[in-house]
Each structure stands twice: as C-alpha cells, then as structure tokens.
C-alpha cells in the first residue's frame, strides 16, 4: 500500500507542464507521458503524481507524492520535493494540512 503525502502549487499548468517541469527539477523522466496515468518515477519506488483542478475550478495544482515504504517516508520525500521545486521554480509550494 502506498502512503501519500501531498503537495499544493498555487499556478496554471496542465498536467504534462506540471509532470515536465517536476521530471527537469528531479533530472528524472515523466514514465507514461500522454497518458493519463503519467507520473514521474523516483528510487525507492516513489512516484510523484499531479492531479490538476476540473473544469471550471481554480487552482491549486495538487503534487501527490506516492511512497511504498511508510507515511513518514512519503512525507519526507514531498518536503525535499518542496524544498527542491522552491528552489528550481517560481511555484509557491506548500504542504497540505492534514
């Protein structure tokens, strides 16, 4: 069972964008591109998802951040993201509460 942690960017990107712009942050590469199971793959078994807002809906832009290995670990793995994406982007990213 996976454990989630989960992300918010307050921008306008569609989900290949989105997945594009988090695979160069990573130096990693989007695994499905085109489809809509896209995700970039991380060691460990990570996976990083992004669920983009429905028709109509404003943002947030919702980064999933997918661990096999426990909650604490899925939560680690989405600050480093954070920590990184705060770094190589513009994005405001922050932590959903719980």
Do not use: N, Y
């Not at 499905?32 to 793959?41: D, K, L, Q, R």
């Not at 947030?60 to 939560?75: C, K, N, T």
């Amino acid at each position: 069972m996976d454990h989630v942690a989960t992300l918010v960017a307050d921008i306008h990107a569609t989900k290949p964008e989105a997945l594009g712009i988090i695979a160069a942050a990573l130096d990693a590469t989007v695994q499905g591109a085109h489809t809509a199971s896209a995700f970039v793959a991380l060691p460990h078994g990570v996976r990083v998802e992004v669920e983009i807002p429905k028709f109509g809906e404003a943002p947030p832009l919702a980064i999933d951040v997918h661990d096999p290995r426990g909650e604490a670990e899925a939560r680690s793995s989405a600050q480093s993201l954070l920590e990184l994406l705060t770094e190589a982007t513009a994005w405001p990213v922050h932590h959903l509460h719980d």
